[in-house]
């Protein structure tokens, strides 16, 4: 079945009804247990045998990551379907608008379509296929909780509880089609910066000023794009008490990001030593803490997990785009887990602001991949 065949197939006023629900069930980063016992009920209304793993007491989160299994074709591998049930702030009392085009929130906050659009793609695609009578093939499904602070769910999960090595996220923010093979090692920076404190009038000269030694060591530091890879950026400086006092510490955070794990780590010992230097040079010091969030992946466009998605949209009569993203999602750190694992694109546009949209042709023809990743052709 094509895609504009399939999609009249979708009863897109229960989908969009659906949506809004879900973006109305307050879900930030740890706080996702009503979603998560509402996703929990309609995996097992979907006939999924349903766990829920412990995650989220090593992060202080109010629920772990939900996993549903469904048996399907046990002639087939199987495989893992994802999307997160948090999202970022301001994401509570979301309020949708819904035109004949697109879903977006009042304004006063995101709308958290990233992710219940994942979520709601993988819920519809599974009954879409149900309702049409299709054969499945063995298919997992994972909603991870905490994603936006550092993919918190997926790093702690209980991976004995999935048996697919194969993984679509479905997180991306590019076009229905898209499929991410590479992403980044993030590499987060901390340093603080500690000089020494005296009269900012009477005898400025007996002190060290940390802001000073902190901006002369930015000035040192690449900014923005480094290379086609690479990215760096200083986003936090905080320091100091009063205008008359020469400050003492000075707190900064930044971070780099590269396809490449080696270019990345080394950029992040560069800006270590350049923080230490620059207070060495005045008699201060700097300590700096490096925090890997999560390591880069690439996947060959061969590899079985990109060829089953293309193969699923040109049996629908999509177009597929192999890309990369700066960001990561979950689909790192199944990769690191030994999960062969691409983000998709949803489609959704300006995440992570209160101009957050979801075009609703994108949502059906993400549940139309959906459909075609899971149903085993005839």
Same mark, same amino acid.
């Given at each position: /079945?094509?895609?504009?065949?399939?999609?009249?197939?979708?009863?897109m006023?229960d989908?969009i009804e659906?949506?809004?629900?879900?973006?109305?069930t307050d879900?930030?980063?740890?706080e996702?247990? $009503?979603m998560?016992?509402?996703?929990?009920?309609k995996?097992? !209304?979907?006939?999924?045998e349903?766990?829920k793993d412990?995650?989220?007491r090593?992060?202080?989160?109010?629920?772990? &990551?939900?996993v549903g299994?469904?048996?399907?074709?046990?002639?087939l591998p199987p495989?893992?379907l994802?999307a997160?049930?948090?999202?970022v702030?301001p994401?509570?009392k979301?309020?949708?608008?819904?035109?004949?085009?697109?879903?977006v929130s009042?304004?006063? *906050?995101?709308? %958290?379509?990233?992710?219940v659009a994942?979520?709601?793609s993988?819920?519809?695609?599974?009954?879409?296929?149900?309702?049409?009578?299709a054969?499945l093939?063995?298919?997992?499904?994972?909603f991870?909780?905490?994603?936006?602070?550092g993919l918190?769910?997926?790093?702690?999960?209980?991976?004995s509880?999935?048996?697919?090595?194969?993984?679509y996220?479905?997180?991306?923010?590019?076009?229905?089609g898209?499929?991410?093979?590479?992403?980044p090692?993030? #590499?987060?920076?901390k340093?603080?910066m500690?000089?020494?404190?005296?009269?900012?009038a009477? &005898?400025?000269?007996?002190?060290i000023?940390?802001i000073?030694?902190?901006?002369?060591?930015i *000035? +040192?530091?690449?900014?923005?794009?480094?290379?086609e890879?690479?990215t760096a950026?200083? %986003?936090?400086i905080?320091?100091? #008490?009063? *205008?008359?006092?020469?400050?003492?510490?000075?707190m #900064?955070?930044g971070?780099?990001?590269?396809l490449v794990?080696e270019?990345?780590? $080394?950029?992040a010992?560069e800006?270590s !030593?350049?923080f230490?230097?620059a207070?060495? !040079?005045?008699?201060a010091?700097?300590?700096?803490i490096?925090?890997t969030?999560?390591r880069?992946?690439?996947?060959?466009d !061969?590899?079985?997990?990109?060829?089953?998605?293309v193969?699923a949209?040109s049996?629908l009569?999509?177009p597929a785009?192999i890309?990369?993203?700066?960001?990561g999602s979950?689909?790192?750190?199944f990769?690191?887990?030994g999960?062969?694992s691409?983000?998709?694109g949803m489609?959704f546009?300006?995440?992570?602001s209160? +101009?957050e949209? /979801?075009?609703?042709d994108e949502?059906?023809?993400?549940i139309?991949?959906?459909?075609g990743l899971?149903t085993?052709?005839?």
């Open positions: /079945m094509n895609l504009q065949d399939l999609k009249k197939r979708i009863p006023e989908v659906e949506f809004c629900r879900l973006v109305r879900s930030h980063s740890g996702e247990g $009503d998560s016992e509402t996703v929990s009920s995996l097992k !209304e979907l006939g999924f349903v766990t412990d995650a989220g090593h992060f202080g989160g109010d629920t772990g &990551n939900i299994r469904l048996e399907g074709d046990k002639g495989i893992i994802c997160h049930m948090d999202r702030a994401g509570r979301v309020v949708p608008v819904v035109s004949e085009e697109s879903i009042s304004g006063d *906050t995101v709308l %958290g379509a990233d992710d994942g979520i709601v993988i819920l519809s695609g599974l009954r879409l296929a149900s309702d049409l009578g054969k093939r063995p298919v997992e499904v994972i991870t909780a905490s994603e936006e602070n918190l769910g997926a790093r702690y999960m209980d991976y509880l999935v048996k697919s090595k194969m993984a996220v479905f997180d991306g923010a590019k076009p229905v898209t499929i991410i093979t590479a992403s090692t993030h #590499i987060r920076i340093a603080d500690k000089g020494r404190s005296a009269h900012a009477n &005898n400025p000269e007996d002190g000023s940390a000073q030694l902190a901006a002369e060591a *000035t +040192r530091l690449p900014f923005g794009k480094i290379d890879e690479t950026n200083i %986003g936090v905080e320091g100091g #008490i009063d *205008t008359n006092i020469v400050c003492e510490r000075a #900064i955070l971070e780099v990001r590269s794990d270019r990345a780590l $080394d950029l010992s800006f !030593e350049v230490k230097n207070a060495a !040079e005045r008699g010091t700097a300590e700096v490096l925090h969030h999560y880069c992946y690439k996947i060959p !061969e590899a079985p997990v990109v060829a089953h998605a193969s949209l049996a009569g999509m785009s890309d990369s993203s700066m960001g979950d689909a790192n750190m990769n690191a887990n999960i062969q691409v983000c998709l489609g546009r300006q995440v992570h209160c +101009r949209e /979801m075009p609703i949502l059906a023809n993400a139309c991949l959906v459909y899971v085993v052709k005839e």
